[in-house]
């Protein structure tokens, strides 16, 4: 091995400077040393400052024409910024030459040479969103994290980038169709800026928002709960219909001073408060059983105290009682506003279609025993718990 030594004169700056290099032998070396003090014109900080320069300036030129596209101005520390700026545009170029290119195959009805297949319509509208939605990415990290992919071939970033573009298009799908549907009511006194949007299905209602500490106190007392992304209230046979509990929310979130988001077909309702309550009192049937349930607040030790008085009544949590006293059940309903599930229904049918075969098979007339509760129970009208775990 032999060591070349060059002297050379830098053209930038007119100074002398030394090259080197490692040869294979003494001779390899001479050659090196006799074109090296003829071609390297340029030293090292002439270099640097070069390079550097027309970095600087390509930022420039791409800021200016990410200027005229309208491009968003992008974040981060000046030099990723500048790298940022080149990776964008170039990816920015190749992705609508790709997309002219489409367009080409299209009018010339040909296949695409990277789609594989023969373009369509709909090949160019999704590049078109793809360009819409990645260009709108403003963080320089961004770019630089994923050069590898913006400065491959198209396909190897759209394929990267799809399960992300995918949600986005969804999520803008559903705000389209949201804006066409929906409208935002504000409430008289407006206590918060979250806004809350209220959907609902046949089988549940949602509260949509950002975080709020006020926001637990409104829907827990009216049955929703957290289930991780939103505030929940499963819709039932006990609950009414799944509208007149989106109405309810809505004009109680108002109240309490939240802006709210709810189909157009609900809004007045919504402001006026105009649905039927929540009926909280039931009579249910225990779940595999032919028992029947008293659903009442644990705190009501008056009405606790007339659901034990039934024959049978036992304490398992709730109240429960046999079948067999359906007409002291029913009685009590009477009197204290409690409706029958439809299990409950069910089973004392049930019950007393036995008793009409037994009377009928003993060759006699089926008559029921009449009960008067009337002496050993008081109105009362207490709010229920939920049904959810009885039919």
């Avoid at 200027?67 to 992705?95: D, H, V, Y």
Wanted: aromatic share 10%; with cysteine; proline share 2%.
């Amino acid at each position: 091995m032999a060591k070349a030594t060059a002297t050379c004169k830098c053209r930038t700056c007119g100074q002398e400077f030394t090259a080197t290099a490692i040869k294979y032998n003494r001779r390899e070396a001479d050659k090196w040393e006799e074109w090296a003090s003829e071609h390297i014109i340029e030293c090292d900080d002439c270099t640097e400052k070069r390079i550097k320069a027309e970095r600087e300036a390509e930022a420039r030129k791409c800021a200016e024409l990410a200027k005229e596209a309208n491009l968003p101005e992008l974040t981060g520390s000046p030099k990723q910024i500048a790298w940022a700026e080149q990776i964008r545009m170039g990816f920015a170029t190749r992705l609508d030459e790709f997309i002219q290119g489409l367009i080409t195959s299209l009018a010339e009805g040909r296949n695409s040479f990277e789609l594989r297949k023969k373009v369509e319509q709909s090949d160019i509208d999704t590049f078109r969103n793809f360009r819409e939605w990645i260009l709108a990415k403003d963080s320089a990290k961004f770019w630089i994290d994923g050069r590898v992919f913006f400065e491959g071939r198209i396909l190897k970033s759209y394929t990267e980038f799809r399960f992300d573009f995918d949600r986005a298009m969804e999520s803008k799908r559903a705000e389209e169709v949201a804006e066409e549907t929906t409208v935002t009511l504000q409430p008289e006194e407006q206590q918060e800026t979250v806004l809350c949007t209220v959907e609902y299905t046949e089988k549940e209602v949602t509260v949509k928002s950002e975080y709020s500490a006020n926001m637990p106190p409104v829907v827990k007392g009216r049955g929703y709960k957290w289930n991780g992304s939103v505030w929940w209230h499963a819709i039932s046979f006990a609950t009414g219909s799944a509208e007149d509990r989106a109405v309810e929310i809505a004009n109680a979130l108002l109240v309490a001073g939240f802006p709210v988001r709810i189909d157009k077909a609900l809004a007045e309702r919504a402001t006026n408060g105009d649905y039927e309550p929540e009926h909280r009192r039931w009579i249910s049937r225990k779940t595999g059983t032919e028992q029947l349930v008293v659903n009442m607040e644990r705190d009501n030790d008056d009405l606790e105290k007339k659901a034990r008085a039934i024959s049978g009544a036992a304490a398992y949590g709730k109240i429960v009682i046999p079948v067999s006293a359906w007409q002291e059940v029913e009685e009590f309903a009477r009197l204290y506003d409690f409706r029958f599930s439809p299990g409950a229904t069910e089973a004392i049918e049930k019950f007393k279609s036995s008793l009409v075969k037994t009377s009928v098979k003993a060759g006699e007339q089926a008559v029921y025993a009449e009960g008067d509760l009337k002496t050993i129970l008081n109105s009362s009208r207490d709010v229920l718990d939920d049904l959810r775990e009885e039919e």
